[in-house]
C-alpha cells in the first residue's frame, strides 16, 4: 500500500465536541490540543509548536516508561498485525520474528491497526478535554470508524463487533437526543452539527454515553486502555475507576469491566517504578483492591499462566475473548526473560488475534521496561514512531496539570521530586547496554 491516506481525504474539525467537515485554511502552527483536532493529527505533525513540549525534561525514568507503555503498545499492534487471524499452527512453521509488509492487511511494516488507532483516539481525548469525557472519546471512535481519523492508512479497515454497535448505539443515541430537543426547545439540528450541538446539551437530554452491551466481553477496551493508567499516573484509584468508564463506552460484561481495572492498575504500579515480582504476585490484587472481581478473573490474577510453560499446548490462547487475552499477554510478560522483543514475540506467534495479544503485552511491558527496553530497530520502523511519543509526552504534562490543586497526600509526587530506592526501579539495571537518555522526541 504506497499511498498511505489519500489527498481526497475530506478535513474533519474536531471543536470542543464537534466533527465538522471542512476544507484546510491555512498552515500556522499549531498547539497539540489543536494538532489533535486536526482531521489526521499525524499528517500536520510538522506544524507542531507547543511550548509546554519544548520545556519538557527527557531525561526522566516515569516519562520513559509512559512512552514504553504507548509505543510497545503500537509495536505489538504492528508485529501481530500481518498474521492476524492466522492460527497457532501456521505461525509454528512461519513465526513472526520482525515487523512486515503485506499480510492480512496489505499493510507496510510498522503500520497499526485498530488497537493503536483507537489508543490514540483515546489518548488525544484525555490530552485535549484534560480529564476523562466519555462523549469526546465516542466521538473520536466515531470519527475513527468513519472519516479514519488516526488510522494509519486513513480508513477504518479493522473493528470489533462489540465496538461497531456501541458506535453505533451512540450515533442512534445522538439522533434521538435531536428529537427530544426539537421537540423541547424547537431546535432543529442538522447533521453536520449533531456532534457539537449535542455535545453542548448533553445534560438536557440526559445522555448516556455507556453505549455497550451487558454481555460484551470482548479484548477491545483492554487492547485500547494504556492511556487511562498513563494520563493518570498520579493517582492509582482514578486509573482504577476510569478504567472501567473507558470500558463501559464500548462493552458492558463485568469479566471486561473488572479486567481493564485490574491491568490498568497493573500498568499504573508498573510506570510507578514496582518489580515484576510484585506486579505478577498473587497479593497484588488483596493490596490495591477492595472488590470482588470476576472469578475466573480471579484464576488468572492468582496466576494460572504461571504453571503453563508451554504456551498454547498448555492452554494459552491469544483469542478475542478479554480473559483469554490477558492471560496470554501475562504469560508472555512472565516468560520474556526481562526482554521485551522475545515477550512481544511469544505473544503475537500464538497466533489467532495475534496483533491484539502483542499490543496487550506491549502496554503492560513497555511500561515496566521504558522505551529504551524496547528495541530500537522496531522502534525505528515504527510508522509515526514520532508522533506516537508526543502523544506519550502530552499525557505525562496533562496528567500531571490535571493534580496540580490536589492535596499531595493523594497523589504520587513526580519521579523528579521523590527519587528514594523505594520509589523508583532504576531502568538503566535492566538495560544495561542502553544509556538511559530520551532522545526519541524530536
Wanted: hydrophobic fraction near 35%; charged fraction near 25%; charge should be neutral.
Amino acid at each position: 500500500m504506497s499511498s498511505l491516506i489519500s489527498n481526497s481525504l475530506s478535513k474533519i474539525i474536531v471543536t470542543g465536541n464537534l466533527f465538522n467537515i471542512n476544507k484546510p485554511q491555512n498552515k500556522k502552527s499549531l498547539t497539540l490540543i489543536e494538532l489533535l483536532n486536526e482531521s489526521q493529527p499525524y499528517q500536520e505533525f510538522s506544524r507542531l509548536q507547543d511550548v509546554e513540549l519544548s520545556e519538557l525534561n527527557y531525561k526522566n525514568d516515569l516519562l520513559s516508561r509512559i512512552q514504553g507503555s504507548l509505543v510497545g503498545l503500537a509495536i505489538g499492534d504492528a508485529l501481530g498485525a500481518p498474521v492476524e487471524f492466522r492460527p497457532n499452527s501456521f505461525l509454528l512453521h512461519n513465526p513472526v520474528s520482525d515487523m512486515q509488509d503485506g499480510g492480512t492487511w496489505g499493510l507496510q511494516a510498522g503500520q497499526w491497526t485498530d488497537d493503536a488507532s483507537m489508543a490514540l483516539c483515546l489518548a488525544a481525548s484525555l490530552i485535549s478535554k484534560g480529564s476523562f469525557d466519555g462523549y469526546d472519546q465516542l466521538l473520536r471512535y466515531k470519527g475513527w470508524h468513519r472519516k479514519g481519523y488516526m488510522s494509519s492508512t486513513g480508513t477504518c479497515f479493522d473493528i470489533g463487533a462489540a465496538t461497531r454497535q456501541a458506535i453505533n448505539e451512540f450515533e442512534n443515541r445522538q439522533r434521538q437526543s435531536a428529537q427530544i430537543l426539537q421537540k423541547k426547545l424547537g431546535i432543529i439540528i442538522p447533521d453536520d452539527s449533531l456532534d457539537k450541538q449535542i455535545g453542548e446539551k448533553l445534560s438536557q437530554v440526559n445522555f448516556n454515553v455507556e453505549c455497550g452491551t451487558k454481555n460484551a466481553a470482548g479484548n477491545g477496551p483492554l487492547m485500547r486502555l494504556a492511556p487511562i493508567p498513563l494520563f493518570y499516573y498520579r493517582s492509582e484509584s482514578d486509573a482504577i475507576q476510569n478504567a472501567a468508564n473507558s470500558v463501559k463506552l464500548t462493552h458492558g460484561d463485568k469479566k471486561a469491566i473488572d479486567t481493564c481495572q485490574f491491568y490498568s492498575a497493573l500498568i499504573w504500579n508498573a510506570i510507578n517504578g514496582k518489580t515484576k515480582d510484585e506486579l505478577l504476585s498473587s497479593k497484588f490484587y488483596r493490596q490495591h483492591f477492595k472488590k470482588d472481581f470476576d472469578q475466573d478473573l480471579m484464576t488468572i490474577i492468582n496466576g494460572s499462566y504461571k504453571n503453563k510453560k508451554n504456551g498454547y499446548k498448555d492452554g494459552i490462547r491469544g483469542t478475542g475473548f478479554i480473559l483469554n487475552s490477558l492471560e496470554a499477554a501475562l504469560w508472555a510478560f512472565y516468560n520474556d526473560e526481562d526482554s521485551f522483543e522475545k515477550g512481544v514475540l511469544l505473544a503475537v506467534n500464538l497466533g489467532d488475534d495475534t496483533d491484539t495479544t502483542g499490543a496487550i503485552y506491549g502496554q503492560l511491558a513497555g511500561a515496566y521496561y521504558g522505551i529504551e527496553g524496547i528495541p530500537k530497530h522496531w522502534r525505528d520502523k515504527l510508522f509515526q514512531k514520532d508522533f506516537i511519543i508526543t502523544l506519550a509526552n502530552g499525557l505525562y504534562l496533562k496528567g500531571n496539570a490535571n493534580y496540580r490543586h490536589k492535596r499531595k497526600s493523594t497523589v504520587i509526587e513526580d519521579m523528579e521530586e521523590d527519587t528514594s530506592p523505594n520509589k523508583i526501579r532504576n531502568i538503566s539495571t535492566i538495560n544495561k547496554k542502553t544509556p538511559h537518555i530520551i532522545t526519541e522526541y524530536k
